[in-house]
């Protein structure tokens, strides 16, 4: 997401004034416009720079590029208080030797380094809180994805090699460095068939039915979450988001999130996870089907041209998607060619119809229950389709 204008004011704002910020913001976020401006006459008093800062949180909130996919708050956290990422190259984490930033989020960002002692040549990924980041609620949630990662071990997830405490005090964790492409990017710089695309779709349906039989929802399945390497081989990335089914197998209670910032993707979130509802396997179901309708056609089943709340949850709790195959039929002509690089003799519509239609729109059912009921049971339909 392109980073709100009005974050910049807040680079130079000390760490007593941010919290206070952020702690008026996350409430306003809650309220109805009504309610919000009694809360901001009352919360901010005589202060017209409080009030002003706030306001310009709430409104680049709403006018957000990518709602929710990372809220304004965590933006304006990331430019406060990890504005500095360069001045990181060179120095030493653990064992490692930073090379460069490889991604950025709101609370953390992952870096590529190299053991830095003389044992053997390892590169690796290393997820580290930004300076200054140090609230509970991320450490907490930081340390919550880094247990989730020591319990998953499976071929196609990126694997946790490492952690500890940096000598600032703050922890990081070590991942296995993936080289690779996004899968749609994958799938179409390799010009890969119908066949082939599934092939590698049930690679990454085995990945999600591993980490639901241990009992993790990823919460966050998209295009950028899954590589693909050279060889061919997904990997399924980042569960910064995840939710435990039981979280009694971790000793940290993770903090309940503010329903206005619920952490999610929208173009790949389920209705459940729009309307704020209880989040099961079947969220990531969902997204699996919308992962693969993509695959399939080149375009996502909805187009969210608003970034409003309420014009995000009708389209996806109330419109039906297009069929796969139709979706592809009315790809334009253009310069004698079809639009849709898809359609360079790789993909074609008649192949869609039938299994793959009723495959992916299953999977994609606005009901939870009617949805397929695990990652394994989508992963053999496809399968059964492949064999005839």
């Not at 208080?81 to 953390?108: C, F, P, W």
């Not at 793959?356 to 009901?367: F, T």
């Given at each position: 997401?392109?980073?709100?204008?009005?974050?910049?004011?807040?680079?130079?704002?000390?760490?007593?004034?941010?919290?206070?910020?952020?702690?008026?913001?996350?409430?306003?976020?809650?309220?109805?416009?009504?309610?919000?401006?009694?809360?901001?006459?009352?919360?901010?008093?005589?202060?017209?720079?409080?009030?002003?800062?706030?306001?310009?949180?709430?409104?680049?909130?709403?006018?957000?590029?990518?709602?929710?996919?990372?809220?304004?708050?965590?933006?304006?956290?990331?430019?406060?208080?990890?504005?500095?990422?360069?001045?990181?190259?060179?120095?030493?984490?653990?064992?490692?030797?930073?090379?460069?930033?490889?991604?950025?989020?709101?609370?953390?960002?992952?870096?590529?380094?190299?053991?830095?002692?003389?044992?053997?040549?390892?590169?690796?990924?290393?997820?580290?809180?930004?300076?200054?980041?140090?609230?509970?609620?991320?450490?907490?949630?930081?340390?919550?994805?880094?247990?989730?990662?020591?319990?998953?071990?499976?071929?196609?997830?990126?694997?946790?090699?490492?952690?500890?405490?940096?000598?600032?005090?703050?922890?990081?964790?070590?991942?296995?460095?993936?080289?690779?492409?996004?899968?749609?990017?994958?799938?179409?710089?390799?010009?890969?068939?119908?066949?082939?695309?599934?092939?590698?779709?049930?690679?990454?349906?085995?990945?999600?039915?591993?980490?639901?039989?241990?009992?993790?929802?990823?919460?966050?399945?998209?295009?950028?979450?899954?590589?693909?390497?050279?060889?061919?081989?997904?990997?399924?990335?980042?569960?910064?988001?995840?939710?435990?089914?039981?979280?009694?197998?971790?000793?940290?209670?993770?903090?309940?999130?503010?329903?206005?910032?619920?952490?999610?993707?929208?173009?790949?979130?389920?209705?459940?996870?729009?309307?704020?509802?209880?989040?099961?396997?079947?969220?990531?179901?969902?997204?699996l089907g919308v992962l693969l309708y993509e695959l399939l056609t080149g375009q996502r089943p909805y187009h969210l041209k608003s970034t409003s709340p309420l014009e995000i949850e009708r389209i996806i709790c109330e419109q039906e998607p297009e069929r796969p195959s139709e979706s592809i039929e009315e790809v334009p002509l253009r310069n004698g060619e079809l639009k849709n690089t898809l359609?360079?003799?790789?993909?074609?519509?008649?192949?869609?119809?039938?299994?793959?239609?009723?495959?992916?729109?299953?999977?994609?059912?606005?009901?939870?229950?009617?949805?397929?009921?695990?990652?394994?049971?989508?992963?053999?339909?496809?399968?059964?389709?492949?064999?005839?």
């Open positions: 997401m392109a980073l709100p204008r009005a974050t910049e004011r807040l680079r130079m704002i000390d760490q007593a004034r941010w919290k206070k910020i952020d702690g008026i913001f996350k409430t306003a976020l809650e309220l109805s416009p009504a309610e919000c401006a009694a809360f901001l006459e009352k919360a901010c008093a005589s202060d017209k720079e409080l009030r002003h800062e706030v306001e310009m949180l709430i409104k680049s909130d709403a006018e957000a590029s990518s709602f929710l996919d990372a809220p304004a708050i965590e933006s304006a956290a990331s430019l406060l208080k990890n504005n500095d990422v360069a001045s990181l190259a060179g120095q030493t984490i653990g064992s490692y030797k930073i090379i460069r930033e490889i991604g950025h989020g709101g609370m953390a960002t992952v870096y590529l380094a190299m053991r830095a002692d003389d044992q053997y040549s390892q590169h690796v990924a290393i997820k580290l809180i930004g300076r200054g980041m140090n609230t509970r609620d991320i450490l907490t949630r930081f340390r919550h994805e880094r247990q989730i990662l020591a319990n998953l071990e499976h071929p196609n997830i990126a694997r946790l090699l490492d952690g500890g405490t940096a000598t600032d005090g703050l922890p990081y964790f070590v991942m296995e460095y993936i080289e690779g492409q996004p899968i749609d990017q994958y799938c179409n710089t390799k010009k890969s068939t119908i066949v082939e695309r599934l092939k590698l779709f049930r690679t990454v349906c085995a990945a999600v039915h591993y980490a639901h039989q241990n009992l993790v929802i990823h919460r966050d399945i998209k295009p950028g979450n899954i590589l693909v390497t050279a060889e061919g081989t997904s990997k399924l990335l980042d569960f910064g988001i995840a939710k435990l089914l039981n979280p009694e197998l971790t000793a940290q209670t993770i903090p309940m999130t503010a329903p206005a910032i619920r952490p999610m993707t929208p173009d790949y979130a389920s209705p459940e996870q729009v309307r704020g509802q209880q989040i099961t396997t079947a969220s990531d179901i969902y997204s359609q360079l003799n790789l993909l074609n519509p008649k192949l869609l119809r039938g299994d793959l239609d009723n495959i992916v729109l299953k999977a994609m059912r606005k009901e939870p229950d009617r949805r397929y009921a695990s990652a394994e049971q989508f992963s053999e339909d496809i399968r059964r389709h492949l064999e005839g």
